[in-house]
C-alpha cells in the first residue's frame, strides 16, 4: 500500500507578492514531494496564502481599500507567480475561508474542553484617538531590555528579546502616534506548559519508526525553550482586527498564529471536498508509515520554529489531529552573500525574476545547493551562471544533445549496447538507485551531483570511443556507443526530474516511453531498433547580462517596496542604507568573558605616519589609565573626544603596535573609516563602572 504523504510549505503573508525567499521554500518544497511522488506514495502538497492579522489592516487603511480586496489581489499575484516557477502543489488556498473557521473553531473547543484555554484580564495599550487597543504591531517603544528605540510591541529587533506592548518605553501608536494608557480587558490564554510532556516526546531524537522529526540543531533550539519553562500563549486579539471571531467570545479574535497554521487543515479539506476524499483520513489519522498511517511534513524557515514546533504540535494533539511527521527547517536566502537589498537590487521578486531569467534555472541551482540543514543560503550571481552553464549546458545536456544528433545522421535509431560499456551503465544505476533516499531526507543538492557525476562519466566515454568517427566505417558500433549516451541521459531526466519536470518531459517524448519516469521504471533497458522521436533542445547558456537587467530592474521595482521579508505578523520597512548581516545566534553565556567599562577620554593626540589612528588616554577610575589606539581619525578630530564618556572593552589582551601598547579597545559603530561613531555614554556614568 502506498505511503499517505501531506506535505506543506510555510503559508505566504498576504500583504506582499512573493520574493525570491519565498521561493527557495516554495521549491525545496516541491521538489521534495515530486520526489515522493516518483515513488508511488499518495503525496498531497497542500499550500496557502496567510491572510489575517494587523498588517494586513494596515495595508489596506493604506491603499483605501478593504482587507478583502488586498488579500484577493496578493492570492493572484502568489498564484502566478508560484506556477511560473513550476511549482506543482495539489492546493492552493486561503485561511480566509469557512473551512479555516471550521477547524480553528473546532480545535479552540477541544482546548477549551480540557481545560487549556483560561480567561484572564490583561493590561493592554489604549489609544484614545485611534479608539482602540492596540495591537503588537500597531503600537511601538523603546526595548526594555536593550534600549533600542521604534521596536514594535512584540519584539526587538536589535536584541531579538520577546516582551508584552506594556513593557516598551514610551510606547507610541502607530497609526496616529498618540501615546496611549493602560486598559483592562479579556484574553484568552493557552497553558502550554501543560503540553510539556507531549511535546518533549514529540522532540525526541526519532520516533517508533526510527525516522527524524527534527534536525538535530533545531531539537536542541526548541527544547532549550522547553527547558526554560513554557509561557503561556495569548491567543486572543480585540477588534478591529481583520481574522476569524472566537466562538462564544464576540469582539474577540484568534490571533493570526494561531489560525495561520490551521490553514494547512483548511486546505486538505477544501481539496477534499474537491476530490471525493475525507479531510479526517489525513488529519484524524495516526503519524506514521503503516496501513492507514500518515505523514505530515512540513518545511519552513527558521524564523518561525516556534510556532511550527511548540504551539502547532501541542494544539494537533489536544485536539486529537495528525501531528507532524517532520518539519524541515531551512535558513534564510541571501543574494551575493548579503542580506536582500531593495538599494541594491537583490531584493527580487519572482514576478520580475520570470521576466528575465528561465525560472528553470533557479529551480536547479536552489535544488543544487541546498542539503537538509538550517543554513542560510547565498544565491551568489556569478557562481549562479557558472553552476547552470557547467551542469545543465555543458555536462547533461551535452551528454543527450551530442548523443542524439549523432544518432540522427545514422537513421535516429538506438542500437544495443556495447559491452565496454557495462562498468559505466552499472556505476550510472548504483547512482540512480541512492537518490530516492536522497530526496526523502531533503538532500537534492547530492542527488543532482550524482546527475553530473553520471553526466561527467558518459562525456567522458563518448570522447574516448568517439563514434562520430566511426559513423561511416563502423556504423553499428557507432550506434551502439552513442545509444550508451541516450540510455544515461534517460537516467539524468530521471534524477533532474523532481527539479526540472520539463526536462524530463522532454526526454519522455524523445523516447516515446510508455509511461512517466519513476524511481521503479527509470533504469529499464531502452530497446535496440527503437526510433526516437524530435530532439527538444534541454538547456541554452545564461548570459550574465540577463542578470545584469534582472538586478537593474529589481532596483526599479517599485514594488519591492511592499514585498515581506517572511511570512509572520510584520512589514518589512525600507531603508537607504546597508549593515553587514547578523551573525549567528548565541546564548547569553557568550557574554561572560567579555568586560565593558565606563571609560573617560581624558587625553587624545594624532599618531605620526598614521593617517588613521589616535592614540587615547582613558580613565577607568579606581581601574586606573589605559593607553588605547583607535582608527577613528577619519571621523573624529583629537579635540571633539576629549572629555567623553564611552565603552571600553576592558579586558582585551594588550597588543604591542609599533607606535606603543594598546591596552584595550574603544566600542564604535560605522561602515567606512569616515562614517564612524562611537558609543558615547551619559556623561553621569562613572569611569570604570562594569557595563551589563
Same mark, same amino acid.
Given at each position: 500500500?502506498?505511503?499517505?504523504?501531506?506535505?506543506?510549505?510555510?503559508?505566504?503573508?498576504?500583504?506582499?507578492?512573493?520574493?525570491?525567499?519565498?521561493?527557495?521554500?516554495?521549491?525545496?518544497?516541491?521538489?521534495?514531494?515530486?520526489?515522493?511522488?516518483?515513488?508511488?506514495?499518495?503525496?498531497?502538497?497542500?499550500?496557502?496564502?496567510?491572510?489575517?492579522?494587523?498588517?494586513?489592516?494596515?495595508?489596506?487603511?493604506?491603499?483605501?481599500?478593504?482587507?478583502?480586496?488586498?488579500?484577493?489581489?496578493?492570492?493572484?499575484?502568489?498564484?502566478?507567480?508560484? =506556477?511560473?516557477?513550476?511549482?506543482?502543489?495539489?492546493?492552493?488556498?486561503?485561511?480566509?475561508?469557512?473551512?479555516?473557521?471550521?477547524?480553528?473553531?473546532?480545535?479552540?473547543?477541544?482546548?477549551?474542553?480540557?481545560?487549556?484555554?483560561?480567561?484572564?484580564?490583561?493590561?493592554?495599550?489604549?489609544?484614545?484617538?485611534?479608539?482602540?487597543?492596540?495591537?503588537?504591531?500597531?503600537?511601538?517603544?523603546?526595548?526594555?531590555?536593550?534600549?533600542?528605540?521604534?521596536?514594535?510591541?512584540?519584539?526587538?529587533?536589535?536584541?531579538?528579546?520577546?516582551?508584552?506592548?506594556?513593557?516598551?518605553?514610551?510606547?507610541?501608536?502607530?497609526?496616529?502616534?498618540?501615546?496611549?494608557?493602560?486598559?483592562?480587558?479579556?484574553?484568552?490564554?493557552?497553558?502550554?506548559?501543560?503540553?510539556?510532556?507531549?511535546?518533549? #516526546?514529540?522532540?525526541?531524537?526519532?520516533?517508533?519508526?526510527?525516522?527524524?522529526?527534527?534536525?538535530?540543531?533545531?531539537?536542541?533550539?526548541?527544547?532549550?525553550?522547553?527547558?526554560?519553562?513554557?509561557?503561556?500563549?495569548?491567543?486572543?486579539?480585540?477588534?478591529?482586527?481583520?481574522?476569524?471571531?472566537?466562538?462564544?467570545?464576540?469582539?474577540?479574535?484568534?490571533?493570526?498564529?494561531?489560525?495561520?497554521?490551521?490553514?494547512?487543515?483548511?486546505?486538505?479539506?477544501?481539496?477534499?471536498?474537491?476530490?471525493?476524499?475525507?479531510?479526517?483520513?489525513?488529519?484524524?489519522?495516526?503519524?506514521?508509515?503503516?496501513?492507514?498511517?500518515?505523514?505530515?511534513?512540513?518545511?519552513?524557515?527558521?524564523?518561525?520554529?516556534?510556532?511550527?514546533?511548540?504551539?502547532?504540535?501541542?494544539?494537533?494533539?489536544?485536539?486529537?489531529?495528525?501531528?507532524?511527521?517532520?518539519?524541515?527547517?531551512?535558513?534564510?536566502?541571501?543574494?551575493?552573500? #548579503?542580506?536582500?537589498?531593495?538599494?541594491?537590487?537583490?531584493?527580487?521578486?519572482?514576478?520580475?525574476?520570470?521576466?528575465?531569467?528561465?525560472?528553470?534555472?533557479?529551480?536547479?541551482?536552489?535544488?543544487?545547493?541546498?542539503?537538509?540543514?538550517?543554513?542560510?543560503?547565498?544565491?551568489?550571481?556569478?557562481?549562479?551562471?557558472?553552476?547552470?552553464?557547467?551542469?545543465?549546458?555543458?555536462?547533461?545536456?551535452?551528454?543527450?544533445?551530442?548523443?542524439?544528433?549523432?544518432?540522427?545522421?545514422?537513421?535516429?535509431?538506438?542500437?544495443?549496447?556495447?559491452?565496454?560499456?557495462?562498468?559505466?551503465?552499472?556505476?550510472?544505476?548504483?547512482?540512480?538507485?541512492?537518490?530516492?533516499?536522497?530526496?526523502?531526507?531533503?538532500?537534492?543538492?547530492?542527488?543532482?551531483?550524482?546527475?553530473?557525476?553520471?553526466?561527467?562519466?558518459?562525456?567522458?566515454?563518448?570522447?574516448?570511443?568517439?563514434?562520430?568517427?566511426?559513423?561511416?566505417?563502423?556504423?553499428?558500433?557507432?550506434?551502439?556507443?552513442?545509444?550508451?549516451?541516450?540510455?544515461?541521459?534517460?537516467?539524468?531526466?530521471?534524477?533532474?526530474?523532481?527539479?526540472?519536470?520539463?526536462?524530463?518531459?522532454?526526454?519522455?517524448?524523445?523516447?516515446?516511453?510508455?509511461?512517466?519516469?519513476?524511481?521503479?521504471?527509470?533504469?529499464?533497458?531502452?530497446?535496440?531498433?527503437?526510433?526516437?522521436?524530435?530532439?527538444?533542445?534541454?538547456?541554452?547558456?545564461?548570459?550574465?547580462?540577463?542578470?545584469?537587467?534582472?538586478?537593474?530592474?529589481?532596483?526599479?521595482?517599485?514594488?519591492?517596496?511592499?514585498?515581506?521579508?517572511?511570512?509572520?505578523?510584520?512589514?518589512?520597512?525600507?531603508?537607504?542604507?546597508?549593515?553587514?548581516?547578523?551573525?549567528?545566534?548565541?546564548?547569553?553565556?557568550?557574554?561572560?568573558?567579555?568586560?565593558? =567599562?565606563?571609560?573617560?577620554?581624558?587625553?587624545?593626540?594624532?599618531?605620526?605616519?598614521?593617517?588613521?589612528?589616535?592614540?587615547?588616554?582613558?580613565?577607568?577610575?579606581?581601574?586606573?589609565?589605559?593607553?588605547?589606539?583607535?582608527?577613528?581619525?577619519?571621523?573624529?578630530?583629537? #579635540?571633539?573626544?576629549?572629555?567623553?564618556?564611552?565603552?571600553?572593552?576592558?579586558?582585551?589582551?594588550? =597588543?604591542?603596535?609599533?607606535?606603543?601598547?594598546?591596552?584595550?579597545?574603544?566600542?564604535?559603530?560605522?561602515?567606512?573609516?569616515?562614517?564612524?561613531?562611537?558609543?558615547?555614554?551619559?556623561?553621569?556614568?562613572?569611569?570604570?563602572?562594569?557595563?551589563?
Amino acid at each position: 500500500m502506498a505511503n499517505k504523504v501531506l506535505v506543506t510549505a510555510a503559508l505566504t503573508y498576504a500583504n506582499g507578492p512573493a520574493h525570491l525567499g519565498h521561493l527557495l521554500e516554495a521549491i525545496q518544497t516541491d521538489v521534495y514531494a515530486r520526489a515522493r511522488k516518483m515513488s508511488g506514495d499518495e503525496v498531497i502538497f497542500m499550500w496557502a496564502d496567510d491572510t489575517h492579522g494587523t498588517p494586513i489592516q494596515v495595508r489596506a487603511r493604506r491603499e483605501g481599500i478593504e482587507p478583502e480586496a488586498l488579500i484577493a489581489r496578493a492570492y493572484e499575484e502568489h498564484l502566478a507567480t508560484y =506556477r511560473g516557477f513550476g511549482v506543482g502543489f495539489d492546493i492552493f488556498y486561503t485561511t480566509h475561508s469557512e473551512e479555516n473557521r471550521k477547524h480553528a473553531g473546532a480545535i479552540f473547543a477541544a482546548l477549551r474542553a480540557r481545560g487549556d484555554v483560561e480567561v484572564r484580564d490583561v493590561e493592554q495599550l489604549y489609544s484614545e484617538v485611534d479608539q482602540m487597543f492596540l495591537p503588537d504591531r500597531l503600537v511601538k517603544g523603546t526595548c526594555p531590555v536593550c534600549k533600542t528605540p521604534d521596536q514594535y510591541g512584540d519584539s526587538c529587533e536589535a536584541c531579538g528579546s520577546t516582551y508584552r506592548p506594556t513593557e516598551l518605553i514610551e510606547p507610541y501608536s502607530t497609526v496616529s502616534g498618540d501615546k496611549p494608557v493602560l486598559r483592562t480587558s479579556e484574553h484568552l490564554f493557552v497553558g502550554l506548559g501543560r503540553h510539556e510532556d507531549f511535546l518533549r #516526546e514529540w522532540l525526541a531524537p526519532t520516533d517508533e519508526g526510527g525516522r527524524t522529526i527534527l534536525q538535530d540543531s533545531v531539537r536542541k533550539f526548541v527544547l532549550d525553550w522547553v527547558d526554560k519553562g513554557l509561557r503561556d500563549w495569548d491567543i486572543s486579539r480585540e477588534a478591529p482586527y481583520f481574522g476569524i471571531e472566537i466562538p462564544g467570545f464576540p469582539g474577540k479574535y484568534f490571533y493570526v498564529w494561531f489560525d495561520a497554521p490551521i490553514g494547512y487543515i483548511a486546505a486538505t479539506d477544501k481539496w477534499c471536498q474537491d476530490n471525493g476524499q475525507d479531510v479526517d483520513s489525513w488529519w484524524k489519522a495516526p503519524a506514521g508509515r503503516g496501513d492507514g498511517e500518515v505523514e505530515i511534513v512540513h518545511v519552513i524557515g527558521k524564523d518561525i520554529v516556534y510556532f511550527h514546533c511548540l504551539f502547532w504540535p501541542a494544539m494537533l494533539h489536544a485536539s486529537g489531529y495528525t501531528v507532524p511527521s517532520r518539519v524541515q527547517v531551512h535558513g534564510w536566502l541571501k543574494v551575493n552573500g #548579503e542580506k536582500m537589498s531593495k538599494s541594491r537590487g537583490t531584493f527580487i521578486l519572482g514576478k520580475t525574476f520570470l521576466e528575465h531569467v528561465d525560472p528553470a534555472y533557479l529551480r536547479y541551482y536552489l535544488a543544487a545547493r541546498l542539503s537538509n540543514n538550517q543554513d542560510d543560503f547565498d544565491l551568489g550571481m556569478d557562481d549562479f551562471v557558472n553552476r547552470v552553464n557547467a551542469d545543465l549546458v555543458n555536462k547533461a545536456a551535452n551528454v543527450a544533445s551530442r548523443s542524439v544528433k549523432a544518432l540522427a545522421k545514422l537513421g535516429g535509431t538506438l542500437g544495443a549496447l556495447p559491452e565496454d560499456a557495462g562498468e559505466l551503465v552499472a556505476a550510472c544505476t548504483a547512482r540512480l538507485a541512492e537518490v530516492p533516499g536522497l530526496y526523502a531526507n531533503f538532500e537534492s543538492a547530492q542527488a543532482l551531483r550524482l546527475a553530473m557525476e553520471m553526466a561527467e562519466d558518459t562525456n567522458g566515454y563518448l570522447n574516448e570511443r568517439a563514434p562520430w568517427k566511426l559513423t561511416k566505417t563502423e556504423p553499428e558500433l557507432a550506434r551502439s556507443i552513442l545509444s550508451v549516451g541516450v540510455y544515461v541521459s534517460k537516467l539524468i531526466a530521471a534524477v533532474l526530474k523532481p527539479v526540472l519536470p520539463a526536462w524530463a518531459e522532454k526526454v519522455e517524448a524523445l523516447l516515446k516511453l510508455d509511461a512517466p519516469l519513476t524511481w521503479a521504471n527509470a533504469a529499464a533497458p531502452l530497446p535496440a531498433g527503437l526510433e526516437l522521436g524530435e530532439y527538444q533542445n534541454l538547456a541554452v547558456r545564461l548570459d550574465p547580462k540577463q542578470l545584469d537587467a534582472l538586478i537593474e530592474a529589481s532596483k526599479q521595482d517599485v514594488a519591492a517596496d511592499a514585498a515581506l521579508d517572511g511570512g509572520g505578523e510584520g512589514e518589512a520597512e525600507s531603508f537607504d542604507y546597508e549593515v553587514e548581516a547578523l551573525a549567528d545566534e548565541v546564548g547569553i553565556e557568550a557574554l561572560d568573558g567579555v568586560d565593558l =567599562r565606563v571609560g573617560k577620554i581624558v587625553e587624545c593626540e594624532g599618531v605620526p605616519k598614521a593617517k588613521k589612528l589616535l592614540r587615547l588616554t582613558v580613565d577607568l577610575g579606581p581601574l586606573g589609565r589605559r593607553n588605547v589606539f583607535s582608527g577613528i581619525a577619519k571621523s573624529y578630530a583629537p #579635540e571633539q573626544l576629549v572629555g567623553k564618556h564611552v565603552v571600553v572593552f576592558a579586558n582585551l589582551k594588550p =597588543r604591542k603596535m609599533r607606535f606603543g601598547l594598546s591596552e584595550g579597545m574603544i566600542m564604535a559603530a560605522g561602515a567606512s573609516d569616515d562614517a564612524v561613531t562611537l558609543l558615547e555614554l551619559d556623561p553621569r556614568s562613572l569611569p570604570g563602572d562594569k557595563i551589563s
